[in-house]
């Protein structure tokens, strides 16, 4: 064991006493940091304050303060009512396409990644180098030849047609095979396996619960992606019953653009709002396995 | 006749008789009534929103019959749908919401069920000319309308009282009355306008222009007859000397614009009322209806702007009980259940109701608008036609006509390029042009 000698924290003769737990406050930084701070906030902002706001006002008063009347919660009942409810059939689908396309995709890129970092057999090289050409490919460049393939299988205008290709995500894949690398030592595999447990088991209840931080980072990764996702159901879907929230909410803003059509933009509004609340609590409750996920990697055991 | 002879021809009778029976089985009962007393079961593509009620009261009147009602988008995302899925042989519906120009279209594909056969062509008189004419061609009847868009001037008269502009009855008089506008207030304009295939084509029906003419496969274009000329000559002014806000229609801006009085005025058709109530609802009292300004003093001719109704696909399985269907919400129960939600009548009957005519309209100051609405769909310019591929001539409009908005191209000749795009693109479809 090495013996280290503590340097004394020193002074640098500006006064302020800059140790690892206090950094130095730097003006620049801060503003610059604030600056992105309120350009992030104020479309956020926007929508809350909008969103109580009725059709009428919503044209005629200053965008960023309340209008004369306080119409939120009548623009809540109205939003989730309207057209008999239809608002929670897409909530509903949203739910079941982020709980079954992320949470699979989450599943199998935790497999993956594991197998990718942990094994050696053949061919492990070229799946590689595909995976990671596959991250490089644009979703949207896809979105077509999707649609023929799943044409094909007459899957179109279902949901598996939006689950199905949510479940394969490269970028997830990636991400577990990086952690996966990095946080669980061979050593302890060996010493499991040499204790006579299966491969499974291994896996399950040594490997897993190490993995964790990585495996939230990319639960939160798919789910923001299939909640947001816009194009793929765009493509696949007609029925507007099977739409999620993003389809949903685009339909009733192009009521208005339509000839005889009722304008809804409060509405409208109100489903956004309601639309982002899910992920935002997601995020501030997972926060921490997303910070530490992030910098997995970063030091050598 | 002996009894072998006798037993033979009963034979022979039973035989042609069970042999009809068999055939009208297999092909399904061409009776529209006697279908939907049997039953079945219909695909509805269609966006209009009053029609949900329509196929409630048809399943609660026919019991065996189920409907899907599915909204797979507006306009020309419907019409991409209906496409693909006639390419691909399946998945289509039996029944489509078609605006009158998408019409074209569908017909020359050879998609759409021919709908004499069920009695269509005797229902002509019950619906108002521009819409029935948008529905058949050459007396062949290709769908039955639902609603129209006769043209009228929506105008601001709240704002037009405040700067002392009278409502203007010639097109003479709302050129003037944009020139005063616009200099009394140069933040107000009349009308605004950055290019739409819909509006100019609507003025230059109302100016009986003639572009589109279609023979079979003949494909016919002159946007420089007579009727667009006179449309040019007025409009270039207005755009030359910036009388027209840049504000697209149907955008936020535009919304906005029509409530806080940068748009004192639209000319556009009959379904507007609903979107006006929805979508400006801040203009309520402030608005009002005049009939379309004329090209003569005491003219009375007028067009149509959209406007769609319901046809039957060919590939369907129960064109019948389509059919039947098509009739109930067309001028049937259905016609009456959407006219009380706010849709805008193509029948005649409704058209000249006495309680339909003399409701007044409080976004409208109580103004009785459908007496105005109603004259306007009797002085429709008869005689119009579109081009069978409208829908994507509409798409391009912009990048040819549409180079007179923001450039120094003159209109006439924006719509010259437009023109040349059309035939190369009628061309390259297998079209012959002049």
């Not at chain 2, 409630?56 to 209906?82: F, R, S």
């Not at chain 2, 506008?181 to 739409?196: C, F, I, Q, R």
């Not at chain 2, 409009?235 to 748009?263: C, F, N």
């Not at chain 2, 009957?349 to 976004?363: A, G, I, Q």
Request: contains cysteine; charged residues 15%.
């Amino acid at each position: 064991m090495a013996i280290t000698t503590l340097r004394p924290a020193t002074t640098r003769g500006r006064g302020k006493l800059e140790t690892p737990s206090q950094p130095k406050r730097n003006l620049l930084l801060t503003i610059v940091t604030g600056i992105v701070l309120v350009y992030s906030l104020i479309p956020l902002i926007w929508l809350l304050i909008n969103s109580t706001k009725s059709q009428a006002d919503l044209f005629s008063t200053f965008g960023l303060w309340f209008g004369h009347d306080f119409n939120f919660f009548d623009n809540l009942t109205r939003a989730l009512s309207y057209d008999n409810g239809i608002f929670l059939r897409w909530l509903g689908n949203t739910l079941l396409y982020v709980v079954v396309g992320a949470g699979g995709a989450t599943l199998l890129a935790v497999l993956g990644g594991y197998a990718l970092a942990k094994f050696e057999f053949p061919g492990k090289k070229a799946v590689f180098a595909i995976v990671i050409g596959a991250v490089a490919v644009p979703g949207t460049a896809l979105a077509v030849p999707t649609f023929w393939m799943f044409s094909r299988l007459s899957l179109t205008d279902t949901p598996w047609a939006i689950i199905i290709p949510s479940l394969i995500s490269p970028f997830g894949l990636y991400l577990m095979w990086s952690f996966a690398k990095d946080s669980i030592p061979s050593d302890l595999m060996e010493a499991a396996r040499i204790d006579g447990a299966s491969e499974f088991r291994t896996f399950w209840q040594v490997c897993l619960p190490l993995l964790a931080p990585g495996t939230v980072t990319v639960l939160l990764f798919s789910m923001v992606a299939t909640w947001n996702n816009f194009f793929l159901p765009l493509i696949m879907l007609r029925d507007s019953d099977w739409f999620p929230l993003t389809l949903g909410l685009n339909q009733w803003n192009s009521q208005a653009a339509t000839a005889g059509g009722q304008a809804i933009f409060d509405l409208v509004l109100m489903g956004s709002l309601l639309t982002i609340i899910p992920l935002i609590i997601a995020f501030l409750f997972l926060q921490r396995y997303w910070q530490s996920g992030l910098s997995a990697g970063g030091v050598k055991e | 006749m002996s009894k072998k002879t006798h037993r033979r021809l009963l034979a022979g009778a039973a035989l042609a008789l069970s042999a009809t029976l068999g055939l009208t089985a297999c092909g399904g009962s061409q009776d529209p009534s006697e279908a939907a007393a049997k039953g079945g079961e219909l695909t509805i593509w269609a966006w209009e929103p009053t029609l949900k009620k329509v196929v409630d009261a048809y399943e609660k009147e026919h019991p065996d019959v189920k409907i899907d009602l599915v909204n797979v988008g507006t306009g020309n995302d419907q019409y991409t749908a209906v496409q693909n899925a006639i390419s691909a042989g399946s998945g289509g519906p039996d029944v489509a919401q078609l605006e009158y120009f998408a019409m074209g279209q569908f017909e020359l594909g050879g998609s759409l069920a021919e709908l004499n056969e069920f009695g269509a062509d005797k229902l002509s008189s019950q619906f108002a000319t521009g819409p029935w004419e948008g529905m058949s061609t050459d007396g062949k009847v290709y769908g039955l309308p639902m609603d129209s868009g006769p043209m009228a001037l929506f105008y601001n008269a709240t704002l037009f009282k405040k700067y002392n502009i009278e409502v203007p009855k010639t097109w003479e008089e709302y050129a003037a009355a944009a020139r005063k506008l616009h200099e009394a207030n140069p933040k107000s304009y009349m009308v605004n306008d950055t290019g739409d295939a819909g509006f100019m084509t609507s003025m230059i029906w109302q100016a009986r222009g003639k572009p589109f003419t279609t023979n079979g496969t003949e494909v016919d274009i002159n946007l420089n007859d007579e009727g667009t000329q006179k449309v040019t000559k007025l409009w270039q002014p207005l755009l030359d000397d910036k009388l027209v806000a840049p504000i697209t229609s149907w955008s936020d801006e535009w919304y906005k614009g029509l409530g806080d009085g940068t748009i004192a005025s639209l000319v556009t058709g009959a379904w507007m009322p609903a979107n006006m109530e929805t979508g400006v609802a801040e203009g309520s009292g402030d608005w009002k209806v005049a009939p379309m300004p004329q090209w003569e003093d005491g003219g009375k001719a007028t067009a149509e702007n959209g406007g769609s109704g319901l046809s039957v696909l060919k590939d369907s399985k129960n064109a019948a009980l389509a059919y039947d269907f098509l009739e109930f919400a067309t001028v049937g129960e259905g016609a009456d259940l959407r006219i009380s939600q706010g849709a805008f009548p193509a029948t005649t009957k409704d058209l000249n109701d006495e309680k339909f005519l003399n409701r007044k309209f409080d976004y409208f100051g109580g103004q009785q608008i459908n007496k105005v609405l109603s004259e306007s769909s009797a002085n429709v310019v008869p005689g119009w036609s579109y081009l069978p591929f409208q829908a994507y001539a509409n798409s391009i409009f912009n990048d040819t006509a549409g180079k007179a908005y923001i450039s120094n191209t003159s209109l006439s000749d924006g719509l010259g390029q437009w023109q040349k795009s059309l035939e190369t693109y009628a061309k390259d479809q297998g079209f012959t042009t002049k």
